[in-house]
């Protein structure tokens, strides 16, 4: 059973423009939902995290989105650049099950010139 | 921030032999250590939990006598792979966490692993 949800599988942004991706979780039990970035044979990089005291954080052209009622947060990746073309996972977690981390299943982005 | 290393990162043996990865926190002691496989192109798949001085808890489905882990100190855990096949080649990465109660995972660069 996916615990997270995650959406589109790929994506293809022109450069300058926004790339959103969505994710959605069921467990209300789930109070930290960090993104990660990750290039082609490398870790899993942090980007931004949030938890669900707050409806948005913001750094740098990176923005979370999150929305406790609809139980779904989303990042947006302001003026999309190539050198953000890399694989973007959502994740979730909660200090009643040990913070085991339970991933989306990421989203291939590109961006092209 | 938070540097955590992986060696080898890349492991070429033949079938039968066993393999040892070790995954260590540079900047920080990291009283848990996490220990994924990733399929390509497929999203992290967590094998097992491992907090220093006691025993790993792992995922269901995963072999505890096949991936043996240790986490002997606070900044150092290691994954063996023993008797490995071609069907256990993938990228394994470890992650850490800062200490008790936190949340954020900081992640090694992970090891290419191929059974021949």
């Known amino acids: 059973q996916q615990q997270v949800k995650q959406s589109p599988q790929s994506l293809i942004v022109q450069k300058g423009g926004i790339s959103i991706i969505n994710c959605a979780y069921e467990n209300t039990a789930f109070d930290y939902f960090p993104w990660y970035q990750q290039f082609p044979g490398k870790g899993p990089a942090l980007l931004i995290a949030i938890r669900p005291d707050v409806s948005e954080k913001k750094e740098g052209r990176f923005t979370i989105s999150f929305n406790k009622s609809a139980k779904q947060f989303s990042l947006h990746i302001m003026d999309s650049q190539p050198g953000d073309s890399a694989t973007y996972f959502c994740a979730a977690s909660s200090r009643n099950t040990g913070n085991q981390f339970y991933f989306g299943t990421g989203t291939s982005l590109t961006v092209i010139p | 921030g938070a540097v955590v290393s992986q060696h080898p990162s890349r492991v070429i043996c033949k079938s039968g032999t066993s393999v040892k990865i070790e995954c260590r926190s540079l900047d920080f002691q990291a009283t848990t250590m996490f220990w994924y496989r990733q399929f390509p192109k497929k999203s992290l798949m967590l094998m097992a939990t491992s907090n220093e001085g006691s025993k790993a808890t792992y995922e269901q489905g995963v072999e505890k006598d096949k991936f043996l882990i240790n986490h002997a100190s606070l900044t150092l855990s290691t994954l063996t792979v023993t008797s490995a096949h071609p069907e256990d080649s993938s990228f394994y990465i470890c992650?850490?966490?800062?200490?008790?109660?936190?949340?954020?995972?900081?992640f090694g660069p992970g090891t290419r692993l191929t059974v021949l």
């Open positions: 992650s850490a966490r800062l200490g008790w109660g936190t949340d954020t995972q900081y």
